[in-house]
């Protein structure tokens, strides 16, 4: 079926009513837009980033793919099943975790919680201690499993709701912020396990996040929502590039130097005697090239903008 | 599903004996209030009074009855429905294909079960403390009886309980509605008093609130003490009651999930 690997949304709004004057008899509502008309297309074959600031709406389009939400209008597509509906079939190939929101249970060992899911999706306890021990041993968990919930660390207990959210392999697992107030170590093991659960078992990731690794390290495509809108759809080391800046300083014999070359070359900045160049491609080594040529440079350096840096910058010119 | 649902209560239970301290408080709390009237009611019937038509025999066996069956059927207050619409727990359980309803009947039994058997316990206790005997006299014909209504008022509570909780749909914040519940069930119910004693207008409203047939009615059917009413009258009413809460439930919850903004 052309629909079953892909998730096709068309015009797509979503509208919330929130009250803005609290009032005994005659309360005030105002109308958000959280998602104005989008429409995409994406291919599950690939994990796909949602990049946005906060109330760009990147939660109300995961609850919307998921079925969470009724649209206020257009159409979505999941796996070829309106969300909405949640029919059992659509619901067995799905898989959510949200950070910070716990679904197992606090006061048992996480091991009974997560056997609840074996006879939730319907598969045999083999099967069942086959995922466990791999999920294990690519999160390194070790004891842990048979702690109560209550006695795990953060880290701890975010891993156990990873696996809990797709120890069934669904076909799409929504991740809503999931490295969120973790330490960096365990979001680095966050994210290789991610990519483990994509290579090994074909899940498509569908990840919001504000720790932009998780997006860049994760997913090869990319959405840029801004304000209930998608500013961007495509690749994600195309967008990196596209809007990569490398800053090059020289520091020039003087002022006046440093000025000439500002003004000859293009550059942004003269202070100090040292001049700055903003350069987007690969012109870096040609430049330099030119002025070392012309000037005597006594120092120079050149800084690639990181991932975050990029679409931070993204996020803010819109 | 239903080896879920197996798992799902075997787990409550399992959940609920984290809590040992609860176990021995919910002695007191049944011991308490239940030790209180069966005290009363002998001191008033020794003065040579009588409460309504009830000799006090049967009277201290209706009190055992139901704090029995009070423990088990009447309406609970079920925060986690309240919480989860609140607070976005509920779109984890929207999306496992399992019914969120049955989800939580499930659980909402496996813990009642558990309460229930301290409860017999206790009542039992108090039984032979004022009884000085070791077996109730209960006809097998009414224990027959009992089972037939106690088949219609679990889902009558649980749905009853169900439909409050998911009043958080539309409403902020429904804990008045728990609060004052928790006030006027004791009485609507019969767990307090017998509900004919009552004078005839106040009696003719709570015989026919869905919340007699959660404890009045089947503590009445177990003592045996039914004789001015028809059983199966009762027992159709219960029907009638269980059939429009189905509606009721199905309703709110297919508006309310139209208005859920799932939080968070």
Aim: charged share 20%.
């Amino acid at each position: 079926m052309e629909n079953s690997r892909t998730i096709r949304i068309e015009s797509l709004w979503k509208k919330y009513r929130v009250k803005t004057s609290v009032s005994l008899f005659r309360p005030v509502y105002k109308e958000i837009e959280a998602i104005r008309g989008i429409s995409l297309c994406h291919n599950l074959d690939h994990n796909l980033g949602i990049f946005g600031k906060n109330g760009a709406g990147k939660t109300t389009l995961v609850k919307l793919l998921t079925g969470i939400l009724h649209s206020s209008s257009g159409e979505i597509l999941v796996l070829g099943h309106i969300p909405y509906k949640l029919k059992p079939e659509f619901k067995k190939q799905i898989g959510l975790f949200q950070g910070g929101k716990e679904q197992l249970i606090w006061d048992l060992p996480a091991i009974q919680s997560l056997e609840l899911s074996r006879y939730i999706y319907g598969f045999s306890r083999d099967e069942f201690k086959k995922r466990i021990t791999h999920f294990s041993q690519a999160l390194d968990i070790g004891d842990e499993l048979d702690q109560p919930l209550r006695n795990m660390s953060l880290g701890q207990r975010c891993k156990m709701e990873l696996i809990y959210s797709f120890i069934h392999l669904p076909k799409i697992v929504f991740l809503d912020e999931p490295t969120s107030g973790l330490d960096i170590i365990t979001r680095s093991k966050l994210r290789g396990f991610i990519n483990f659960c994509h290579k090994e078992y074909g899940i498509c990731f569908i990840i919001t996040s504000h720790n932009v690794k998780d997006i860049t390290d994760c997913c090869n495509s990319c959405i840029v929502l801004d304000n209930g809108e998608i500013i961007y759809q495509g690749d994600t080391t195309f967008l990196l590039e596209k809007h990569q800046h490398e800053v090059i300083t020289l520091s020039a014999k003087s002022n006046d130097v440093a000025r000439e070359i500002a003004e000859k070359f293009g550059g942004t900045t003269v202070e100090d005697e040292e001049v700055v160049f903003e350069s987007t491609g690969n012109h870096s080594k040609q430049l330099i090239c030119q002025i070392l040529a012309q000037y005597e440079i006594s120092d120079f350096s050149i800084k690639k903008k990181d991932d975050e840096e990029i679409i931070t910058e993204i996020l803010k010119n819109e | 599903m239903s080896r879920y649902y197996t798992a799902l209560g075997i787990q409550t239970i399992k959940e609920a004996a984290a809590y040992r301290t609860n176990f021995i408080l919910s002695f007191l709390v049944v011991l308490i209030p239940l030790g209180g009237q069966l005290l009363l009611a002998k001191f008033i019937y020794s003065g040579g009074y009588q409460i309504g038509a009830w000799k006090l025999d049967q009277l201290l066996l209706y009190y055992i009855i139901a704090t029995i069956v009070s423990e088990f059927f009447v309406i609970g207050t079920w925060w986690d429905i309240q919480n989860d619409i609140r607070e976005g727990g509920l779109n984890y359980h929207l999306l496992k294909p399992y019914s969120y309803f049955w989800h939580n009947f499930v659980v909402y039994y496996a813990l009642k079960a558990v309460y229930t058997i301290f409860a017999i316990i206790v009542a039992y206790l108090a039984f032979i403390a004022v009884s000085g005997n070791l077996v109730p006299q209960i006809k097998l014909q009414s224990i027959i009886q009992f089972i037939i209504m106690a088949l219609i008022a679990a889902p009558l509570s649980f749905l009853i309980t169900f439909y409050l909780s998911i009043l958080a749909f539309y409403f902020t914040d429904i804990g008045f509605v728990m609060n004052f519940l928790g006030i006027l069930l004791p009485f609507a119910s019969g767990n307090i008093l017998p509900l004919d004693i009552f004078p005839r207008g106040i009696r003719g409203l709570l015989l026919k609130l869905p919340s007699a047939y959660l404890v009045y009615h089947p503590s009445c059917i177990l003592t045996g003490n039914y004789a001015w009413r028809s059983y199966w009258q009762i027992v159709l009413e219960a029907l009638m009651w269980l059939i429009v809460f189905i509606m009721t439930t199905q309703v709110a919850w297919s508006q309310g999930r139209k208005k859920y903004e799932a939080i968070g």
